[in-house]
């Protein structure tokens, strides 16, 4: 037994501590932190209704960029906390959002009276880059469902998305091989209709996968990715049914998106950080735990053993002088701790001992 040993045992209380086990649920019992949360989602899809009214051009701007702000800070929550989440999957999820994001960006410049663009077929041109944007989400929602708990190469998962989502581009813009989904004065395209259900089939098969893997979530976590899921493919159904770019099946789409978009924002919050803090609090609970129960069986150990036992410091100061030294030597232990051994016993340095220690 070293130093160190004795100076951890005596910094130590005698008795274990109680671990506090506080799990999510009172936590968030405790701190309601999702009022906050809600009482600005609902001031801003009030703001949204009263704009769409005045102004759908501007409702939409605003309504995309807002689902494009919540998608980047996605990405950017699981980038930087990455090291924390011992769970590649999240990252892969936050990576998608990241590049959706951006599909989704160029769609909304793209769009009616704000467009950039001066082709004619900037409609078709706006509702192609929404179907690629909703196709890559739906697809990196059920990939993320089935990745729980593998270790993935985020890096070429990166420049994955990154070739895919160029390609997409150039195929809508440059090659112009992306299938018409728009056609002016008659609405939707069969196509886009048709992979609009593709998209819902897909987003309710990662539900359904998603409800087979939630023990790898907590209940609010699972709760809340699954709320996602589900608002998604009613934005989803909501897009089918609209002729007119302007009509109320497209502006309830785009509240269910924002809904969507603010629901995984929120469960990678309490996965990505909540969760991965409580549990390394927890773990350095146990710990300290664990040490104290093996300090009180070393403390038993050295007071009851039938043999002479002393630890002395680098300094040459006694720091264990047990029971049976005690009864051995006659001297009290309160008169040895702490104090050098040539004071104790100046015999060890007439006879030279101590040069030898």
């Known amino acids: 037994m070293n130093t160190t040993d004795r100076q951890s045992i005596d910094s130590l209380p005698s008795t274990p501590a109680t ?33 769409s009214h005045q102004n759908y051009i501007f409702f939409h701007t605003l309504a995309e960029m807002t689902s494009i702000a919540v998608a980047w800070s996605v990405f950017l929550l699981v980038w930087n906390a990455r090291k924390l989440v011992d769970n590649d999957a999240l990252v892969f999820l936050g990576i998608a959002y990241l590049f959706v994001g951006i599909l989704d960006l160029v769609h909304t410049i793209s769009y009616g009276e704000m467009s950039v663009l001066t082709n004619p077929q900037v409609s078709n041109m706006a509702t192609q880059l929404w179907i690629a944007a909703r196709s890559m989400e739906s697809l990196s929602l059920l990939a993320f469902t089935l990745l729980l708990g593998r270790r993935l190469w985020i890096h070429t998962v990166f420049w994955s998305y990154a070739t895919v989502t160029s390609l997409l581009l150039c195929g809508i813009f440059t090659w112009h091989v992306f299938p018409a989904c728009y056609v002016d004065g008659e ?43 589900l608002a998604t493919v009613a934005a989803e159904l909501s897009f089918t049914m609209h002729v007119a770019v302007h009509d109320w099946s497209n502006l309830a789409g785009h509240y269910l998106k924002l809904v969507s978009f603010f629901l995984i924002y ?12 409580a549990m ?41 002088w047990n029971p049976f030294m005690e009864r051995f030597t006659g001297v009290p232990s309160s008169d040895v701790l702490d104090r050098r051994a040539a004071d104790v016993f100046p015999f060890l340095q007439d006879s030279g001992i101590i040069n030898r220690i």
């Open 19 to 51: 671990i506090n086990s506080t799990d999510e649920t009172s936590f968030t019992r405790d701190h309601p932190q999702w009022i906050y949360p809600a009482i600005l989602g609902t001031l801003l899809l009030a703001t949204l209704l009263i704009v």
């Open 187 to 229: 609405g939707l395209t069969a196509f886009n209709k048709v992979t609009e259900y593709v998209i819902c089939f897909t987003l309710c098969c990662a539900a359904g996968v998603l409800f087979s893997r939630r023990n790898h979530f907590s209940p609010v976590v699972f709760r809340l990715f699954l709320s996602s899921v």
């Open 266 to 277: 929120i469960a990678l919050i309490r996965m990505g950080i909540t969760q991965p803090f």
């Open 280 to 320: 390394l609090f927890r773990a350095l609970e146990q710990k300290k735990a664990t040490l104290l129960e093996k300090n009180q069986l070393i403390r038993e150990i050295i007071e009851c053993a039938n043999e002479g036992i002393i630890v002395l410091g680098t300094d040459l100061r006694f720091k264990v």
